[in-house]
């Protein structure tokens, strides 16, 4: 039986839409983007570090900074005063986002301004946007798609991003508020509700198996990062060693290599996220709508860090931390994760997490840990004895202790885990049914 639920969830979506400007246009745009880096550089430099404040930045250096980069000897001074604000809510915002990687802000690379509703005005009846430059007013047109419009129509954004590409081009990202999800038709399964979870196992190998049986191979990651890394390696050795036409030549490719790989994985992520086996009909975040289910994740928060103390091999080591081996890899599965939680929001779909500490390792039916030997998995359990697919196991045990269901095979002689195996101790079994049985036996 499929459960329904009433709920209000605001997501907001950046909608990135190419300008189309002019030789004036872009020379303006040139300088407020220079202006806006240099802004933030200076304030960045001379304000403690200590100071996360927008507002207290603001007061610090809010004249100095119209004084210096020319955002007050014109006629749209009130514009150019907005503009001027946003320089201490940028860098008050970097400030905050390096205090909790404990990192300080080093150095603004320029080639982005931000602006709210008093500064950009997105007009629909034309696709145009109004922004504010050091030099006026200016009114771009967007050269933008079926899913921008779509996306746009009816909307009344508030904030956007003005980003000039390595290429050249001029993009605005648009925030917009999507639609709430809400009423009799709002399908949110929260954990006490759900009739059951969906377990998604992330490795490299399979990058994504879940616990229906969908996964998504990685073969075609591994060869897209070996492709990379060599190519990447001979251009950079002929760019030290060869002719020096040669050597210009190689810099100027691997300038335009730059950014390949990680779009590649930004691509990818997105697919997983949508769709882990590669067909429509399979989703992943349609699916555990239409079946009322949560999806479960291990939190692998920090794993990078932890396996990079282990002492492993130079071809292992870049392959852990190459941006197209994986969601594993370099921050990449934060980033599939977000893409996932993004979309199960619009779908009104829950995401849990779970430890890693023990799921792809214990028998899901019993709770035993068992023998994995490469793909394979095996129960020692006497009275279990499953034996299958080490993801697929994994991917059934993260679905057990996301979901807090009843295993198929509930432990009725748990032992402390020991060489041979035994009922895990120390798993989140408080809210399964079967925990007390278990340790009153």
């Not at 639920?5 to 300088?31: H, R």
């Not at 014109?74 to 320089?87: F, Y």
Request: proline fraction near 4%; include cysteine.
């Amino acid at each position: 039986m499929q459960r329904t639920y009433s709920c209000n969830m605001t997501q907001v979506l950046t909608i990135s839409c190419k300008l189309k400007v002019s030789a004036p246009q872009a020379a303006k745009l040139d300088a407020t983007l220079d202006a806006f880096a240099q802004a933030l550089n200076w304030v960045n430099q001379n304000t403690p570090e200590k100071v996360v404040n927008a507002i207290k930045l603001q007061s610090l250096c809010y004249r100095e900074i119209r004084a210096r980069f020319g955002l007050s000897s014109n006629k749209d001074s009130v514009p150019l005063a907005r503009l001027a604000q946003q320089v201490g809510r940028r860098l008050a915002a970097a400030r905050k986002s390096a205090q909790q990687k404990n990192r300080p802000v080093k150095v603004f690379k320029g080639g982005f301004v931000t602006y709210d509703a008093r500064i950009f005005f997105f007009r629909e009846r034309d696709w145009t946007v109004s922004l504010t430059t050091v030099e006026g007013r200016e009114r771009f047109e967007l050269d933008v798609g079926s899913y921008q419009r779509g996306r746009l129509t009816g909307s009344n954004p508030k904030a956007a991003t003005l980003v000039k590409r390595q290429d050249g081009s001029s993009f605005i990202q648009i925030g917009v508020e999507s639609v709430r999800v809400s009423g009799p038709e709002a399908l949110v399964p929260e954990l006490e509700h759900a009739v059951k979870a969906m377990g998604v196992d992330l490795g490299r190998r399979d990058i994504a198996h879940t616990s229906e049986e969908d996964h998504w191979n990685g073969q075609q990651l591994n060869q897209v990062r070996d492709h990379y890394s060599r190519l990447r390696a001979a251009l950079r050795r002929k760019a030290s060693q060869g002719p020096r036409s040669s050597r210009r030549r190689c810099r100027e490719l691997l300038q335009r290599l730059s950014g390949r790989e990680r779009r590649f994985q930004t691509w990818v992520n997105h697919c997983i996220s949508t769709r882990v086996s590669g067909t429509e009909s399979l989703a992943l975040v349609a699916r555990a709508k239409a079946t009322c289910s949560l999806i479960a994740l291990e939190d692998w928060t920090g794993m990078r860090e932890r396996t990079n103390r282990q002492s492993r091999s130079t071809v292992e080591w870049r392959r852990a931390n190459s941006e197209a081996y994986g969601p594993l890899a370099r921050g990449a599965f934060s980033q599939w994760r977000q893409f996932l939680e993004d979309k199960a929001a619009r779908a009104g779909v829950k995401v849990v997490l779970v430890s890693p500490a023990y799921p792809s390792q214990t028998c899901h039916r019993c709770l035993w840990l068992g023998q994995r030997e490469g793909k394979r998995f095996r129960c020692v359990n006497p009275a279990c004895g499953w034996e299958g697919g080490a993801d697929l196991n994994g991917a059934n045990g993260i679905a057990l202790f996301g979901g807090r269901c009843k295993p198929a095979c509930p432990p009725t002689s748990p032992r402390i885990r020991g060489d041979r195996g035994g009922f895990v101790v120390g798993l989140p079994t408080a809210g399964l049914p079967f925990a007390s049985a278990a340790r009153s036996a």
